[in-house]
């Protein structure tokens, strides 16, 4: 997550997903044979992370590397998913693979420093929850729902920085994250964990990492590393950047040394990710004291403080990269990733009659206007009809997962809810342009004999019969 350059700010927060190890939920929809590490090669990397507390930033934005060093942003640095859930903002993702490399989960921080909360707000009645999507491809994303991980926590103030590992030997996935509570006659941040099958449900949370005294902390990541004499490896943000070695979970941890060195301060955020090609990682830290964004710190032993370093041979593409997760493609998976995310096609739905004016949102109202600013209130993405693939549905570029549907006939842009009414509301059959067989028109698909028209510069759902209202009802769908 991201903290304010005051060190007498609320704490930091960070996020990562790894840690495992034996409490039993059902082991629900997922376990499989092998771990996907195991099914082929990895061939590129996904970074999953957000931008800043500017407008829009505080969402989930992806890019990819084909070296793990030099990043290019996706979706035309666009949102790429955007939740309309708790505190209507997300920070610190962590995308969670599972065993048999054919579900997905996004777990994130609920919180939307960007709203105007302060962080001592955010830190002591903030939400308790995190935001969650599923998919099977990585590409096309569930619904997001909130998980109450603090919910049961005494006077839980918020639940930040969601990490997660699959321990194999468990059956389930070990969530961790930081939440700001009192235990021991102490308030401070501490690290708390649970178990899960789904990231729906979770057993009762314990506290996981707890310093000693009144130091808090937030950021915090564990990799499975197998080398140079530890199975684990864990980089926390305390007054620098600690790396620790453990070869157990659940057991104790040895302090090999921090990165005072390499870093100086104002670092946070750790993110591990292992190169494809070879036995080294890269360890990313958030320089959020000057706004910089990732840099790398490379080591060949994670086990070997001393030989960590640093390199200038990396470059983040154009979005700033905050506190977030990287992982490793298969050939498979970066194959749908690109095909998706790497060249989009947006839309403008351009009115026949009033030509300088294009289909926008604007306060999720729906209406046609010239020179819309920003343009991308006026994109969608085209997409299969949510009640029927042979049909159409417009999905907003800016607002992600939000979509144009039909209320009482007239048009608003709705966040996807679950149900067949929403589906069939936002659902439309292209045919040929009623004022032009060269443009086109749209009806609904659960009142197919109306028509989206404009009126008054409005967008309704009306059935057409004059010359006006055929002019009205017909669009050109541009790039």
């Given at each position: 997550m991201s903290t304010p350059p005051s060190p007498h700010t609320a704490p930091r927060l960070s996020r990562r997903g790894l840690i495992a190890a034996a409490a039993a939920l059902p082991a629900a929809a997922l376990l499989p044979a092998s771990p996907a590490a195991a099914q082929t090669a990895y061939t590129g990397y996904l970074m999953a992370h957000f931008i800043g507390e500017g407008s829009g930033g505080e969402q989930i934005y992806l890019a990819h590397s084909d070296n793990g060093l030099n990043w290019t942003d996706l979706n035309?640095?666009?949102?790429?998913?955007?939740?309309?859930?708790?505190?209507?903002?997300?920070?610190?993702?962590?995308?969670?693979?599972?065993?048999?490399?054919?579900?997905?989960?996004?777990?994130?921080?609920?919180?939307?420093?960007?709203?105007?909360?302060?962080?001592?707000?955010?830190?002591?009645?903030?939400s308790r929850n995190l935001v969650v999507w599923e998919s099977t491809d990585l590409v096309n994303w569930s619904i997001p729902w909130l998980l109450p991980v603090?919910?049961?926590?005494?006077?839980?103030?918020?639940?930040?920085?969601?990490?997660?590992?699959?321990?194999?030997?468990?059956?389930?996935?070990?969530?961790?994250?930081?939440?700001n509570s009192t235990l021991n006659g102490i308030k401070k941040h501490r690290i708390w964990s649970a178990r899960t099958t789904d990231f729906r449900s979770i057993t009762t949370p314990q506290a996981y990492i707890n310093p000693a005294g009144t130091e808090g902390l937030i950021d915090t990541q564990i990799i499975e590393a197998n080398t140079g004499g530890y199975r684990y490896y864990r980089a926390?943000?305390?007054?620098?950047?600690?790396?620790?070695?453990?070869?157990?979970?659940?057991?104790?941890?040895?302090?090999?040394?921090?990165l005072a060195n390499l870093t100086g301060g104002g670092v946070e955020g750790p993110m591990w990710a292992k190169f494809n090609d070879r036995n080294e990682w890269a360890l990313w830290l958030d320089q959020y004291a000057t706004g910089r964004g990732y840099m790398p710190v490379l080591t060949t032993n994670p086990a070997a403080v001393s030989g960590y370093r640093t390199t200038s041979g990396y470059g983040l593409g154009g979005n700033l990269k905050r506190h977030g997760f990287v992982l490793n493609l298969t050939q498979a998976e970066e194959t749908r990733v690109l095909n998706r995310y790497q060249s989009p096609v947006f839309n403008r739905l351009q009115s026949y009659n009033y030509q300088d004016r294009y289909v926008r949102h604007y306060n999720m109202d729906v209406r046609i206007d010239p020179g819309v600013s920003p343009a991308q209130d006026s994109q969608f993405r085209l997409v299969p009809g949510l009640a029927a693939s042979s049909a159409v549905s417009f999905e907003s570029v800016n607002f992600p997962g939000h979509f144009l549907r039909h209320v009482d006939y007239d048009f608003v842009l709705a966040p996807r809810a679950s149900g067949g009414t929403f589906n069939a509301d936002a659902t439309f059959n292209r045919v040929a342009g009623l004022a032009d067989s060269s443009w086109s028109s749209f009806t609904s698909y659960n009142f197919p004999t109306r028509y989206i028209r404009h009126y008054g510069y409005a967008l309704r759902l009306d059935p057409v019969s004059t010359t006006q209202e055929r002019a009205d009802a017909t669009f050109r769908v541009t790039t």
């Open positions: 035309r640095g666009q949102i790429v998913l955007r939740t309309p859930l708790g505190t209507k903002g997300v920070r610190d993702p962590i995308i969670v693979r599972n065993p048999a490399g054919n579900r997905y989960w996004i777990v994130a921080t609920d919180l939307h420093i960007g709203s105007g909360t302060s962080w001592n707000d955010a830190a002591n009645s903030g603090a919910a049961s926590i005494g006077d839980a103030g918020d639940a930040w920085a969601p990490e997660a590992i699959w321990d194999a030997a468990a059956g389930n996935y070990l969530l961790y994250w930081a939440t926390s943000k305390t007054s620098q950047i600690v790396i620790e070695g453990s070869n157990s979970l659940t057991g104790s941890w040895t302090r090999l040394g921090d």
